[in-house]
């Protein structure tokens, strides 16, 4: 049995707007530690742990994370996905690859485009999973205690008890026993149910009564258990993702496509983890943002605040201002004067202005542009 790590680099690049693109997603931006891309970061952070890392990215992302990856301290090979149709079949494809010539494969996925303070304990987060998932030979994934009651993200509810089985050490490089021992030290149990993205009410209770947890995306299985659970949800789709490795195998890389674009977009979570009957929770615990939000960005950058809070990019003149984000990558000067908690966005062909609270929203500002054909902006 050998341990392979998926890196999920996919999306669309909106929620950075104007600083991400559909051609410059969120992983392919250099806001990972010492400038690196947050793909690179990712790999870095997982490369030690594994036998192999694969990039699972859209095809017409595939070269440019080529790019970004070359000299990693790992090698990676990038499982390009024909057509964007969400994680579910593009986590379907990657390890109906895998398991054809590693069967008895174990599986962990993360993704590219996540903010992690505390390394150590991620990757021992990443070994608890690995082993859950190889001691029950069922799902397994990682919950983080919620900081606050976020209406953007998804909860995992924990049942009581502990599972039944006895955690295993997983395989792969990592033999350091400080690791080892805090990766089976975190606390585990069987996953009730997920709830997406509640109102703000429900994610108050849920802040409030220790027993959901966020659900950061982070997975891990054997390849048969999710072959198996694949068939169970949708043989259709099962039966369509071997057709596509088939044609893949025989060199057929537009009939690939054809058969891939026909599939259904959907997500990993409700195709396999929401109907699971054998999933295990383990509750981490370390500092973590999805970055999904220009608000998230400064509050994951606190730490290069100045004194009045705000933290800058580029060349920027700050005047009475506090807690602002201001990214000057645009060849300009941006002079702030007077202002408090906004976010100015300056990258040349676009300046985005607004309050930090309302970083949830630019999502209407991409779908404006996109009514209007203004597609060099996207």
């Known amino acids: 049995m050998a341990l392979h790590i998926l890196v999920l680099a996919g999306g669309s690049g909106t929620r950075l707007w104007p600083l991400s693109r559909g051609a410059r997603p969120k992983h392919l931006l250099s806001l990972g530690p010492d400038g690196q891309t947050l793909l690179q970061a990712t790999v870095e952070r997982v490369a030690p742990l594994a036998d192999e890392v694969h990039v699972v990215t859209a095809a017409e992302q595939a070269e440019a994370c080529a790019v970004v990856l070359h000299g990693t301290s790992a090698p990676v090979s990038i499982i390009a996905e024909p057509t964007a149709r969400g994680t579910g079949p593009a986590l379907g494809l990657a390890v109906h690859r895998i398991a054809r010539r590693d069967p008895d494969a174990l599986i962990v996925s993360?993704?590219?485009?996540?903010h992690v303070d505390d390394t150590e304990a991620y990757r021992a987060a990443v070994l608890a999973?690995?082993?859950?998932a190889a001691a029950t030979g069922g799902l397994a994934t990682i919950g983080l205690p919620p900081t606050f009651p976020s209406t953007a993200l998804g909860y995992i509810a924990v049942g009581a008890g502990e599972p039944p089985d006895r955690w295993v050490s997983p395989p792969g490089p990592a033999a350091d026993p400080v690791l080892l021992a805090a990766a089976a030290?975190?606390?585990a149990a069987h996953a009730d149910a997920f709830v997406e993205k509640p109102p703000l009410d429900r994610a108050t209770a849920f802040f409030e009564d220790g027993d959901h947890l966020w659900n950061l995306g982070l997975f891990a299985w054997t390849a048969a258990a999710f072959l198996a659970e694949l068939a169970g949800a949708d043989a259709g789709l099962d039966a369509k993702l071997r057709d596509v490795v088939d044609a893949q195998a025989a060199g057929d890389e537009k009939g690939a496509?054809?058969?891939y674009a026909s599939l259904p977009a959907i997500a990993v979570d409700p195709l396999l983890m929401e109907g699971?009957?054998?999933l295990t929770v383990?509750?981490?615990g370390?500092?973590?943002?999805?970055l999904g939000s220009w608000s998230d960005l400064l509050a994951a950058r606190a730490g290069r605040a100045d004194d009045e809070g705000n933290v800058v990019d580029g060349d920027v003149l700050l005047i009475d201002s506090r807690d602002c984000l201001v990214e000057a990558v645009g060849g300009r000067t941006v002079a702030v004067l007077g202002l408090e908690g906004m976010v100015v966005i300056d990258t040349g062909d676009a300046v985005l202005v607004m309050p930090a609270g309302a970083s949830q929203q630019v999502k209407a500002v991409v779908e404006r542009l996109r009514r209007e054909g203004r597609t060099e902006l996207l």
């Open 257 to 259: 496509a054809q058969i």
């Open 110 to 114: 993360v993704h590219a485009d996540h």
């Open 282 to 284: 383990v509750r981490a």
């Open 129 to 132: 999973v690995a082993g859950w």
């Open 276 to 278: 699971s009957a054998s």
């Open 286 to 290: 370390f500092g973590w943002s999805d």
């Open 185 to 187: 030290a975190l606390p």
